[in-house]
């Protein structure tokens, strides 16, 4: 696909989206420079399943904006837990050069590449932290110093929600990214909610859309925002294997 053609193609897939303030020049040649060097690198390494830049664009980069307005205004030190392939972590860093956003992920592999593609798109908003969020999450370096925390296709959201509200400050939020069976998954995370002293704020349904062959295709996307009433009790983080074997 030639630079001209995926400028064309990004734009429909954001305008069609109702993310037409993310198609301008900047934001495109930003865009276009990630996907190139993601498909470029997910030769080497397993980051994505998506093999073409069509796909990168409806099914990661246009994804992620649909959740980019739940983040506050302002500066914000933002961590991406299970930042894997640097999604959302990088269109996030493109359209808000004004937050400092951290990309974590067990996998150093993955967290070199994130630094590598940072530093190709020249975005001085990102940094990196590698290791496991129920370890790092006790630390206090890193316990209760985000003004947000996000996370997209990571885990089931009662065990996601034990991983990531420890490194939010009191009255952060955590802005989860789901797929079509987040209802089910929130309805199970009652619980989770209740012991980690949040309230959710936002139950947002959208769709994701991309024009077939013959016809519009829709896929169901949820993006859930809570709250952080109080600090975590110390208690969480549990071990992994507890946080596995039996979800709050």
């Known amino acids: ?18 993310l037409a ?14 996907t190139e060097f993601m498909l470029e690198a997910n030769k080497k390494m397993n980051l994505t399943a998506l093999r073409d830049e069509n796909s990168v664009i409806t099914k990661h980069i246009t994804d992620c904006l649909l959740a980019a307005k739940h983040l506050p205004k302002g500066k914000l ?12 972590c990088l269109p996030f860093a493109i359209i808000r050069s004004d937050i400092g956003i951290t990309a974590l992920d067990a996998t150093a592999k993955k967290t070199a590449y994130i630094a590598s593609a940072a530093e190709h798109l020249q975005l001085k908003n990102v940094r990196i932290l590698t290791g496991r ?14 003004d947000v925390v996000c996370a997209r296709a990571v885990a089931e959201l009662r065990i996601l929600m034990e991983w990531c509200i420890p490194f939010l400050k009191k009255d952060g939020v955590f802005l989860s990214l789901k797929g079509k069976n987040a209802e089910m998954e929130l309805q199970n995370a009652q619980n ?7 309230t959710l ?9 991309e024009e077939g062959c013959n016809e519009m295709i829709s896929s169901e996307r949820y993006n859930f925002l809570f709250k952080k009433t109080k ?16 979800p709050l």
Not at 21 to 34: G, P, Q, S
């Open 77 to 88: 030190k933002v961590l991406d837990v299970g930042s894997g392939g640097g999604m959302p």
């Open 192 to 198: 989770a909610v209740k012991k980690l002293s949040c």
């Open 201 to 209: 704020i936002s139950n947002e349904s959208v769709v994701l859309l």
């Open 1 to 18: 696909m030639t630079k001209q053609d995926f400028f064309i193609q990004c734009k429909k897939s954001l305008c069609l989206n109702n």
């Open 133 to 146: 969020a129920e370890e790092l999450g006790i630390n206090p370096k890193h316990r209760e110093q985000f």
């Open 21 to 34: 303030e993310y198609a301008t020049d900047e934001y495109l040649e930003k865009f276009h420079a990630l």
């Open 231 to 246: 600090s975590t009790d110390k208690i969480y983080p549990r071990r992994n294997a507890q946080i596995m074997k039996k």
